[in-house]
């Protein structure tokens, strides 16, 4: 029995403590497949079932309704890949390319201006842009990973903390020993939180040596842990790669045993035939963070090619500081446009399947399958619901197509996640905006003041 039967067995027999009415509900379980006036059910955080409101409301009359009738709901977004306290940084460094802006900008104002505060209020600046934005869960990839995975308890989102390892020295870690040593902590720290798991985060190929790599993969193999790391973002990497070790980053990955169903390689941007064949049958999966790249001068991945792989797919705004925002549903656009641009007929990305990377997609590429990214009954109920009832969004003649191509950020009007309400009406009911702003300023300030 998996563990989604065994949870839905357990929660069968609770009743519903909350009811979500919609014009529209996208369970994202099967291409296209639109309920209408349908409620969701809700209990112990959990999707009890979907049944036609008339129904819901004749078998649990006595249970709270939220109804949004001009309203479509769905699984929350699934930011498969930022830098969370990146968002301080935003606009800082902006028009160079990322070797430039890594070694010139970011690194240097890493150095100066990290600690643990800062991670605190940058992730939290970056909790409330998602939660305005729909997205439910994120995965994380920063120094202080402890700060990030506390605000996320405290905040009531859902994350998958990366544990950062270099070869370099930073205000967390000095070298990797340290930085592994650290990790683990982090992860005991955290291990059975039902919001919260880690992975191992080795930033790129070109910053951990070979021995590094070998004990990362030792350590993930020993606790079957999950490894996230940046791959094949840029050409420079890959010319570096193939002067220093004469192998593209991805064969060296599997020359040192890295390559495997629970590596998610972020970026995959410059990729050969053989990169493909090689990611294909290691059966890794593959965070796209189109904006990102094309921002900082790097390309566009092949996201038709990637999206024909078989592989779990999934989408990511990378960190706010070279974005510059969380916005996924730009990023879900994007994706459907460039799989277009090759002219397939039928077109290679569908709206729903283009809406599919940052939900199932993104749920699948983390490896939380069996616990996002859907709405079917027992998954966590990390819902995100979006109002129709703006003019961008007027006529409605496909929901999910609308959705993909006049959408926004702007149109959320609700989250939960799992089950409990942190955007309501439009407003964050347990982030305090105002102070997180000021805090913002405070640090702008800060940083302009050298």
């Not at 590596?263 to 053989?274: C, D, E, G, K, Q």
């Not at 999966?285 to 024909?308: H, Q, Y």
């Not at 879900?332 to 599919?356: H, K, M, Q």
Request: proline fraction near 8%.
């Amino acid at each position: 029995m998996s563990l989604l039967e065994s949870t839905i067995l357990r929660i069968m027999s609770i009743a519903p403590e909350l009811s979500i009415e919609a014009r529209w509900i996208l369970p994202m379980t099967e291409p296209d497949r639109v309920l209408e006036h349908h409620a969701l059910l809700i209990a112990n955080g959990r999707i009890l079932d979907i049944l036609p409101q008339d129904e819901a409301a004749r078998r649990h009359p006595q249970v709270p309704r939220v109804v949004r009738p001009a309203h479509l709901l769905m699984p929350g977004l699934i930011n498969a890949h930022t830098h969370a306290a990146m968002s301080l940084f935003r606009g800082l460094a902006e028009g160079l390319p990322l070797q430039r802006w890594l070694s010139e900008k970011i690194w240097p104002l890493e150095r100066r201006m990290v600690d643990a505060r800062f991670v605190r209020d940058g992730s939290l600046l970056s909790m409330a842009e998602m939660l305005r934005a729909g997205i439910t869960c994120f995965a994380d990839m920063y120094l202080f990973p402890d700060e990030t995975a506390k605000i996320v308890a405290e905040q009531g989102l859902r994350a998958r903390i990366g544990l950062p390892v270099a070869d370099f020295p930073s205000p967390w870690a000095q070298e990797p020993a340290e930085y592994l040593g650290k990790a683990l902590e982090v992860r005991d720290a955290f291990k059975g939180h039902p919001r919260i798991d880690c992975a191992f985060a080795p930033h790129a190929p070109y910053s951990v040596s070979d021995a590094t790599i070998e004990r990362i993969r030792t350590l993930a193999d020993e606790l079957d842990a999950p490894i996230a790391i940046h791959l094949h973002e840029s050409a420079q990497e890959i010319a570096e790669s193939l002067r220093r070790h004469r192998v593209r980053p991805i064969e060296r990955l599997q020359r040192l045993g890295l390559l495997g169903p629970t590596l998610n390689a972020i970026h995959m941007t410059h990729v050969s035939p053989a990169d493909m064949e090689l990611a294909r049958l290691s059966r890794i999966s593959v965070t796209l963070c189109t904006e990102s790249n094309l921002k900082l001068g790097n390309g566009a991945p092949p996201v038709r090619d990637w999206t024909r792989s078989e592989l779990a797919v999934g989408l990511g705004s990378d960190g706010p500081a070279s974005n510059n925002d969380h916005d996924l549903w730009l990023e879900i656009r994007l994706a459907a446009l460039l799989a277009r641009a090759c002219g397939d007929e039928p077109p290679a990305l569908t709206p729903w399947s283009a809406l599919a990377l940052a939900t199932r997609g993104s749920a699948a590429a983390l490896g939380l399958a069996e616990h996002v990214g859907t709405l079917a009954p027992g998954k966590w109920a990390d819902l995100c619901c979006v109002d129709f009832d703006r003019p961008a969004m007027q006529p409605v003649y496909d929901p999910v197509a609308q959705l993909v191509f006049s959408g926004g950020r702007d149109c959320v009007s609700d989250v939960w996640v799992a089950g409990r309400p942190l955007l309501e009406a439009g407003e964050l009911t347990r982030l305090d905006w105002p102070a997180v702003r000021a805090r913002a300023q405070e640090w702008a300030r800060r940083m302009s003041q050298g």
